[in-house]
């Protein structure tokens, strides 16, 4: 029973594929002709385009125009010491090159009995920092670590030629 079921099988089988040869192609052939004999198309010319020129940001050192200035009154809270000033002598560290805002605090770590705070810079390297680091590019020291947040202490221009305030600021850990 089961060969004449494979025998009946491979008949139907054969039977379809010598219906699906036909060696009449005049459809096909009768398509192509009329596509071909069509006028073909006019491709426009590439567009020129204009070289980019370089913008050079020259006010980097300048308060960013997305924060808000200092307020006479809160000058006055901070700290109206006229003592302080950045030391401009000091090595930079790595995370100075970055605004405040884009350093993220992502975990914390004990490591040789130190406690150690983890920071994502914007483009995505992961620092390790301490009391005592520096990060932000207004002189921002690290005066207090804890597991949720940092606090920081900036040393920012108060608008007049040469006095500076100190501005606490914290950064939190994402994700809370």
């Given at each position: 029973?089961k060969?004449?079921?494979?025998i009946?099988m491979?008949?139907?089988?054969s039977?379809l594929?010598?219906?699906?040869?036909?060696?009449?192609?005049?459809?096909?052939?009768?398509?192509?002709?009329?596509?071909?004999?069509?006028?073909?198309?006019?491709?426009?010319?590439?567009?020129?385009?204009?070289a980019?020129?370089?913008?050079?940001y020259?006010a980097?050192?300048?308060?960013?125009?997305f924060e808000?200035?200092?307020?006479?009154?809160?000058?006055?809270q901070?700290?109206?010491v006229?003592a302080?000033?950045?030391?401009?002598n000091r090595?930079?560290?790595?995370?100075?090159?970055f605004?405040?805002d884009?350093?993220t605090?992502?975990?914390?770590?004990e490591?040789?009995?130190t406690?150690w705070?983890l920071?994502?810079?914007?483009?995505?390297g992961?620092?390790?920092?301490?009391s005592?680091?520096?990060l932000g590019?207004?002189?921002?020291?690290?005066?207090?670590?804890?597991?949720?947040?940092v606090?920081?202490?900036?040393?920012?221009s108060?608008g007049?030629?040469?006095g500076?305030?100190?501005r606490p600021?914290t950064i939190?850990?994402?994700?809370?």
């Amino acid at each position: 029973m089961k060969r004449i079921t494979r025998i009946s099988m491979l008949v139907v089988a054969s039977m379809l594929v010598a219906a699906c040869g036909s060696k009449d192609f005049s459809d096909l052939d009768g398509f192509m002709e009329e596509k071909l004999a069509r006028p073909g198309g006019i491709i426009p010319p590439i567009p020129t385009f204009k070289a980019y020129e370089a913008f050079s940001y020259s006010a980097t050192t300048l308060r960013s125009p997305f924060e808000r200035p200092i307020e006479v009154r809160q000058i006055a809270q901070l700290q109206a010491v006229s003592a302080i000033k950045p030391d401009e002598n000091r090595a930079k560290e790595f995370l100075e090159q970055f605004t405040f805002d884009s350093l993220t605090m992502v975990g914390t770590l004990e490591r040789d009995g130190t406690n150690w705070t983890l920071i994502r810079d914007p483009q995505g390297g992961v620092h390790r920092v301490t009391s005592g680091n520096y990060l932000g590019r207004h002189h921002g020291k690290i005066v207090e670590t804890a597991e949720t947040y940092v606090a920081v202490v900036e040393i920012v221009s108060d608008g007049s030629e040469d006095g500076w305030v100190e501005r606490p600021r914290t950064i939190k850990l994402s994700g809370i």
